[in-house]
């Protein structure tokens, strides 16, 4: 059966995707897994739910997120000394950090916004150094230019002179 609707969402559609969507943060579980679950009590696809948490609702709840992300670090941390041993030997994705654990996943994701921005810092010292030189490029051919122009000139003043100077021994010639 195929869930669609194309009526607006209502306030307490929004708050119910909300609660369940935070819930799933809370315990560690994923939103995908939160917009089947509210999909399915609200008659919508998990897709709809997914496109109204992330246009809309997500924004809104900003500060609950961080605070359910928060209670779910919190949970972990309090996970017994053998229940943390038994989890970290069981899933590659924890890593132990002095008093804190870190999941693996963000960790990787934070590496790769590092490594994005690095990328993003060398391409942009790659263009200003293609910049420089394009630049000092084009400043050695208008000092040529320029060169070139004032000789030109010098060139044009001397045959101007020698021309009136022609011109008065011209003149002196028929007076």
């Known amino acids: 059966m195929i869930k669609t609707r194309q009526d607006s969402w209502s306030t307490q559609e929004d708050q119910l995707l909300a609660k369940g969507v935070l819930k799933n943060i809370r315990e560690g579980r994923t939103q995908l897994q939160a917009f089947e679950e509210v999909g399915k009590e609200l008659s919508r696809t998990s897709a ?3 496109f109204r948490w992330n246009a809309y609702i997500r924004k809104l709840y900003r500060s609950e997120i961080d605070i359910a992300k928060q209670q779910r670090k919190e949970t972990l941390k309090n996970l017994s000394p053998k229940s943390d041993q038994q989890h970290l030997n069981n899933d590659d994705s924890l890593l132990e950090n002095g008093n804190s654990i870190i999941e693996f996943e963000q960790l990787v994701d ?3 916004a590092l490594y994005e921005k690095s990328l993003q810092t060398q391409n942009t010292e790659e263009n200003l ?3 420089h030189k394009h630049l000092k490029d084009h400043i050695t051919l208008l000092k040529r230019q320029n ?3 004032l000789e030109k000139k010098n060139n044009i003043e001397n045959e101007y002179n020698a021309l009136k100077e022609l ?3 011209a003149k002196q010639l028929f007076k």
Do not use: R, T
């Open 48 to 50: 709809a739910c997914g």
């Open 110 to 112: 934070q590496l790769k």
């Open 129 to 131: 150094a293609q910049k």
């Open 147 to 149: 060169a070139e122009l």
């Open 167 to 169: 011109l008065q021994s």
